[in-house]
C-alpha cells in the first residue's frame, strides 16, 4: 500500500526557521515533491527530489534520503505570507512517472 | 500567462442531480489530472490522462463518476447522480511530456445537498 505521513500542523515565529518533515512508504518510488496551498487556492509546486540529498531553493530547501523514506521542507527567514499548508507527495513507480500520491499536508502558522 | 482554467468556480446541486465539471489544460500539455480534496481525505487522485487516453481511474467511484477528454483542449468531470459525501473542491491539473510540475487550477467547489 501506499502511505505518506506529516505533521497535521506545526507554529512557528517570523524570521526564524522550520523544517517540515515527511516519511513515506510506496510500491514504488520516481521522485519526491513538495506543494504549498494557501487556504481557498490550488496548490502550487514548491520542489522536486529524486536523488538523495539537498535541493535549495532560494529561502526553502527540501532534502531526500530513499534509503530511510524520509523528507524535509525546511523554510527559512520566515514570512507571514508562509502561512499555508505543506503538501508532500510521492510518485510511485507504478502507474507512471506523473502519478502523485499526496499527503494530508501540514498547515503551517508563522505568527509575528 | 499559461494557466488550467476549470468552470463552474462554484457549482450547488441537490442530491440527484447531474454535474459537470470542465478543465482547459494548459496549451502543449499532453497530461491532464483530475483530483478531489476534502478536510478529511486529503487530495486524492481521481483519474488522469495522456495524449487523451485515460491512463488510470482507479482512484474514481465507476458507478457515479465519469472522465472524459473529448479533445486536447477540454477535459470533463460528470457525477450523476450526485450525493452529499460528493461535496469537495475538484481540481484538474496538466503538465507536459518532460514536465515534473504539475500546474492545477482553481478549482470547482461542489456542494451537494
Known amino acids: 500500500g501506499q502511505n505518506i505521513d506529516q505533521p497535521t500542523e506545526m507554529t512557528a515565529t517570523e524570521g526564524a526557521i522550520v523544517q517540515i518533515n515527511c516519511t513515506y512508504q510506496?510500491?514504488?518510488?520516481?521522485?519526491l515533491f513538495w506543494y504549498q496551498q494557501h487556504a481557498g487556492e490550488a496548490p502550487t509546486f514548491l520542489s522536486y527530489?529524486?536523488?538523495?540529498g539537498l535541493e535549495e531553493k532560494g529561502r526553502f530547501s527540501s532534502f531526500l534520503s530513499r534509503s530511510k523514506g524520509y523528507s524535509y521542507l525546511l523554510l527559512k527567514e520566515l514570512q507571514m505570507k508562509d502561512s499555508a499548508s505543506y503538501l508532500c507527495?510521492?510518485?510511485?513507480?507504478?502507474?507512471?512517472?506523473?502519478?502523485?500520491?499526496f499527503g494530508a499536508g501540514t498547515r503551517l502558522a508563522v505568527h509575528p | 500567462d499559461a494557466r488550467v482554467t476549470q468552470t463552474p468556480r462554484h457549482k450547488v446541486t441537490e442530491m440527484g442531480q447531474e454535474v459537470t465539471m470542465r478543465c482547459q489544460p494548459i496549451?502543449?500539455?499532453?497530461?491532464v489530472f483530475w483530483y478531489r480534496q476534502t478536510m478529511m481525505q486529503g487530495l486524492e487522485l481521481l483519474a488522469y490522462?495522456?495524449?487523451?487516453?485515460?491512463?488510470?481511474d482507479s482512484g474514481m467511484p465507476k458507478d457515479r463518476f465519469s472522465a472524459e477528454m473529448p479533445d486536447a483542449t477540454l477535459a470533463t468531470l460528470k457525477i450523476q447522480p450526485s450525493e452529499p459525501r460528493d461535496s469537495a473542491v475538484y481540481f484538474c491539473?496538466?503538465?507536459?511530456?518532460?514536465?515534473?510540475?504539475?500546474?492545477f487550477g482553481p478549482g470547482t467547489r461542489l456542494t451537494v445537498t
Open positions: 510506496t510500491s514504488g518510488f520516481n521522485g
Open positions: 527530489n529524486v536523488l538523495d
Open positions: 491539473a496538466s503538465t507536459g511530456t518532460r514536465d515534473y510540475e504539475q500546474y
Open positions: 490522462f495522456r495524449n487523451r487516453a485515460p491512463l488510470d
Open positions: 507527495a510521492v510518485s510511485p513507480f507504478s502507474g507512471g512517472y506523473n502519478k502523485l500520491i
Open positions: 496549451l502543449g500539455h499532453n497530461t
